[in-house]
């Protein structure tokens, strides 16, 4: 079952009544009315009836004044309904099958059902979330990238939330799975400069997001630790697309000193890199070396199949659902943040360089 989001920005439990005055008593006490009775932010009123910190004694004071006399009480689970919200921007990646896989069998073991949502960046520029917040799921599972209002809105609605493989930067206190990219970006390189290569390419990700440039820093520190150097001439970026793999292929081995392996972000800028080599002559992996990242399922069967950085995302799917379901039941959360470990995948398209 899939929904669309539309355009709103009501934080608040129900339509609000006549006035907007401090100690109105007409709209509904929820956490957004005792924000804007304070002059503070939800996330600001959140960290104080939650007891986090990061909030001035003053305001602190403030706030819980306003709390006790309006009678304002957390939401509780009780009007939310027995499903997980499973939350993408989009749902064409060759890897949603491998996320969904994963909730669905922890969604399946605890009998709680699974909605799918795609928040498509083709419908606005600002996708919120008023209908995942009127729908009230017992929790909510996004792959998609939470602003801070968006943020603020599911937690005014009681709503409990975790991260999957944040791009950015999260506040300290917000849940998230992820995987271990640094090591395996580190992992892929160190592969290939053991087999003799030393003009190893980089084919990075976007620069503003924080899994790639993990995968990149893990190649610069597999290059230091072999003494070769990093030369910025082999290092390029580009969106996670075949399309884009293949130009920035095509850049690459257009150099006069060409390199002799390319590690890339994802399996598809590797499958660009595959038609880029067949485009230039060049045969894999006697001529060139290929590294992917992600390990989906199409890769086994390419030819060469390719060696790549296995990210467990069915895994971090299993736990990111286990610790929603765990939030949502009004538990404490064991640890914030969760990395599942990632593996390199050897197969044919890596060898030693000739010569």
Request: charged letters at 20%; glycine letters at 10%.
């Amino acid at each position: 079952m899939t929904g669309k989001a539309t355009l709103a920005d009501n934080a608040a439990d129900g339509p609000a009544g006549k006035g907007d005055g401090q100690g109105d008593t007409s709209r509904p006490v929820t956490i957004a009315f005792i924000a804007e009775s304070a002059g503070v932010s939800v996330p600001t009123v959140s960290k104080v009836i939650n007891g986090k910190s990061g909030v001035s004694a003053d305001t602190r004071a403030r706030v819980e004044a306003l709390v006790n006399e309006h009678g304002y009480r957390k939401p509780s689970g009780a009007n939310r309904n027995n499903v997980v919200e499973l939350v993408f921007r989009e749902l064409q990646h060759m890897w949603a099958v491998e996320i969904i896989r994963g909730v669905e069998r922890v969604a399946r073991q605890h009998r709680v059902g699974l909605m799918v949502s795609e928040f498509g960046l083709h419908d606005t520029a600002e996708p919120t979330w008023d209908d995942t917040v009127a729908r009230r799921p017992n929790c909510v599972l996004s792959v998609a990238q939470l602003s801070e209002a968006e943020r603020a809105q599911l937690t005014a609605k009681g709503i409990p939330f975790v991260v999957f493989d944040p791009a950015t930067e999260l506040p300290d206190d917000v849940p998230f799975v992820g995987a271990t990219n640094w090591s395996g970006g580190r992992a892929a390189t160190r592969h290939l400069t053991e087999l003799g290569h030393r003009r190893i390419a980089m084919i990075g990700g976007p620069e503003d997001q924080l899994y790639c440039c993990a995968r990149l820093d893990g190649y610069r520190s597999a290059m230091q630790a072999a003494g070769l150097p990093v030369d910025p001439e082999l290092v390029v970026h580009a969106t996670l697309t075949h399309e884009d793999g293949r130009a920035a292929a095509r850049s690459l081995l257009a150099l006069p000193d060409r390199p002799t392996a390319i590690f890339t972000a994802n399996d598809l800028q590797a499958l660009g890199v595959y038609q880029a080599a067949r485009e230039a002559g060049l045969r894999i992996p006697d001529d060139l070396s290929v590294v992917g990242f992600d390990d989906l399922p199409v890769v086994a069967w390419v030819d060469p199949p390719l060696t790549t950085v296995h990210q467990p995302l069915t895994e971090m799917a299993v736990a990111a659902t286990e610790l929603a379901l765990t939030l949502g039941r009004g538990e404490a959360a064991p640890q914030v943040g969760v990395e599942i470990a990632t593996t390199l995948t050897v197969r044919g398209s890596t060898a030693p360089p000739k010569g």
